[in-house]
């Protein structure tokens, strides 16, 4: 079975840049539909950005022209550029991978395969 590992976040200033990755070990992801979500404490989990076999990507409306999803193949890792962070991000970043193309807001992600996440801060 295959394992999902987050990395690159980190803690920032407001208006700073990560990028976060997430490597598949096990499956290759050209295969699954990929995505990237975060929860806040308090807060319940929300898709930030997918990407689906085809290579089509979708983007929350919180983070449209400041996220980038990407992936490489070659690398088998999936990629989350985040430009112009706002304390508002500060959340836990997990991957996933779904076998199908699952609206990015959809609740089938939560049978997909997830990682453990990494934490990102953005300080004020």
């Known amino acids: 079975q295959g394992q999902l590992r987050e990395s690159g976040g980190g803690s920032v200033q407001a208006g700073g840049s990560l990028r976060l990755s997430c490597a598949a070990v096990g499956y290759m992801h050209s295969r699954y539909s990929m995505g990237w979500f975060r929860q806040a404490p308090g807060k319940e989990r929300e898709g930030v950005a997918s990407?689906?076999?085809?290579?089509?990507?979708s983007y929350a409306d919180s983070v449209k022209g400041r996220f980038t999803i990407s992936q490489d193949s070659a690398e088998n890792t999936l990629y989350l550029q985040m430009d112009s962070l706002q304390p508002e991000d500060t959340a836990m970043y997990s991957c996933?991978?779904?076998?199908?193309?699952?609206?990015?807001?959809?609740?089938?992600?939560?049978?997909?395969?997830w990682g453990r996440g990494t934490q990102v801060t953005v300080s004020s």
């Open positions: 990407i689906d076999r085809d290579g089509r990507t």
């Open positions: 996933a991978a779904y076998d199908g193309s699952p609206p990015l807001n959809s609740r089938a992600w939560r049978f997909g395969y």
